[in-house]
């Protein structure tokens, strides 16, 4: 029996996020005598195409080929509706009968909405990896009419309203994680850490990991930030965002520092941009702060976890379904940088505690979010959608 093909486009003008990160982890590991990954780019590699070439991967650059304008994606070269539905829905229709897939797996939102009617129109299967808001217009108004299959990474991003029912095509697939790699060494990566920011020794880092966008929250992890300082005033505490920015919410990054500057901290706030590989830095902080509200299932609340940096999140999205408060980390009110405070205090005050988080959290996510599993399950239902197009 051939392999199964399946095409991943993706948009070529993006930072890497978690959702690359999880797919590109899938297809490396895919059994190639029974999958074909099909790698398309649009417009130009980026970032996301030098990460996939570091992965020793293959993929091809459509250059003529842009993306409809969406209201929460606006990109220089995108087209409007009407181009989209004249023309451009034709030729991405041309390109899928080009490449010949029988799957066609998207893993972000313009991706989603550009890909998914073409997809029906070639007469090939969609499967729509929802990692977003479960009020998104997609998810609620495109997915129940076109796609064959939703795979959510979490149960609250489930469609809130979407406008048919979607029983029967919606399931949870965790992000897969590769728990194989050498962890490094926390003290270690610390001391790279402080020595590069010229901290002293007892400074109580505390970082925030994402691409710097509203739904994450950046602006209240300062805020947060301004809090335990005052709360620790014996102790220097300094707040350390690790991302880029996105093009589509450009602001994020000056709100940052103008809410520092306000709170009379901006010494204590460092924007250290994209960093890559990040382990080091995610193990050398001293506490994550997950701020983000409506946030399906952070990716990299998993991997601190791994790393053994304690989590401290907003009780909100699909951080519940990962944190257990008091157990494997702490949850606090959304939207209440105070809220921080009291678990920031405990975790710094009681070294049996961190250290109790640490070990649960780990063999917590060890147990539950193994990259052979969520493998196991996509091929699955990579296997059941070919089936139902008779490959």
């Excluded at 979490?154 to 728990?179: K, L």
Aim: aromatic residues 8%; proline residues 7%; neutral net charge.
């Amino acid at each position: 029996m051939p392999p199964i093909t399946i095409l991943y486009p993706f948009a070529g003008d993006t930072g890497l996020g978690g959702s690359h990160v999880s797919v590109l982890s899938l297809i490396t590991g895919l059994d190639p005598d029974r999958y074909r990954a099909k790698i398309l780019l649009h417009r130009q590699p980026g970032i996301v195409g030098e990460y996939i070439g570091d992965l020793g991967l293959s993929f091809e650059v459509a250059e003529d080929l842009p993306l409809m304008r969406t209201p929460n994606y606006p990109r220089d070269g995108d087209v409007g509706v009407a181009r989209y539905l004249m023309s451009l829905s034709r030729q991405m229709v041309r390109e899928i009968r080009r490449l010949d897939p029988q799957i066609v797996h998207t893993n972000e939102g313009r991706i989603h909405t550009n890909w998914v009617i073409p997809t029906r129109m070639a007469g090939r299967k969609h499967l729509w990896h929802h990692r977003q808001d479960p009020r998104a217009f997609g998810i609620n108004k495109l997915a129940p009419l076109f796609t064959n299959q939703i795979v959510s990474v979490s149960h609250f991003s489930h469609p809130a309203r979407p406008v048919r029912p979607v029983e029967g095509r919606f399931t949870v697939v965790r992000s897969p994680f590769d728990f194989s790699s050498d962890i490094p060494d926390k003290e270690e990566s610390r001391s790279k850490l402080l020595s590069e920011l010229g901290l002293p020794e007892e400074t109580l880092l505390l970082g925030w990991f994402g691409t710097l966008v509203d739904r994450k929250k950046p602006v209240r992890f300062v805020e947060a930030v301004a809090e335990i300082a005052r709360a620790m005033p014996g102790r220097p505490v300094h707040g350390l965002l690790f991302g880029s920015v996105d093009e589509a919410d450009p602001t994020q990054k000056q709100l940052c520092l103008s809410r520092a500057a306000e709170l009379g901290i901006t010494e204590n706030i460092h924007m250290m941009g994209f960093r890559h590989p990040l382990a080091g830095y995610m193990a050398a902080v001293d506490i994550y702060l997950v701020t983000a509200i409506n946030e399906p299932f952070g990716r990299t609340l998993i991997e601190s976890m791994h790393l053994g940096t304690p989590v401290i999140a907003t009780a909100h999205g699909g951080n519940p379904e990962a944190i257990v408060d008091g157990k494997n980390g702490f949850l606090v009110e959304a939207e209440n940088p105070a809220a921080f405070v009291g678990p920031t205090l405990r975790l710094a005050s009681d070294p049996q505690l961190y250290d109790r988080i640490v070990r649960t959290a780990r063999n917590e996510a060890h147990q539950k979010y193994g990259r052979e599993r969520h493998i196991s399950q996509m091929t699955e239902i990579y296997d059941k959608l070919a089936r139902r197009s008779g490959t």
